[in-house]
């Protein structure tokens, strides 16, 4: 799955207002970034490698895995396949979103 997909999919899940509020950051690590600005109507979806309220570090795989609803969130935290740094709480706010 390519960057370029995964940031298409997220900005048609959003739409102009997802309602969350904040500002979240994906780090793909080699593969990049993909952010979401919802301080600001309609949201903005793009890969810009910005600061965020939220950094949510992990491989675009199990981004894909949670997006799809095949790996839960918390599961993913706890064995080490997501790293949160930052508000934690707008993390999981992102549950029904990606959903």
């Not at 952010?35 to 309220?53: G, M, R, Y």
């Amino acid at each position: 799955m390519s960057l370029e997909t995964v940031t298409a999919g997220l900005r048609e899940k959003v739409g102009s207002d997802c309602g969350l509020g904040a500002s979240v950051k994906f780090d793909f690590g080699d593969d990049g970034c993909l952010f979401l600005d919802a301080t600001e109507s309609p949201n903005v979806v793009n890969n810009d490698n910005a600061d965020a309220q939220c950094t949510m570090i992990i491989s675009i795989e199990n981004f894909m895995e949670m997006a799809s609803g095949e790996l839960d969130g918390t599961a993913a935290f706890m064995s080490g396949k997501l790293r949160i740094e930052g508000d934690m709480s707008i993390a999981m706010k992102l549950g029904p979103i990606l959903a």
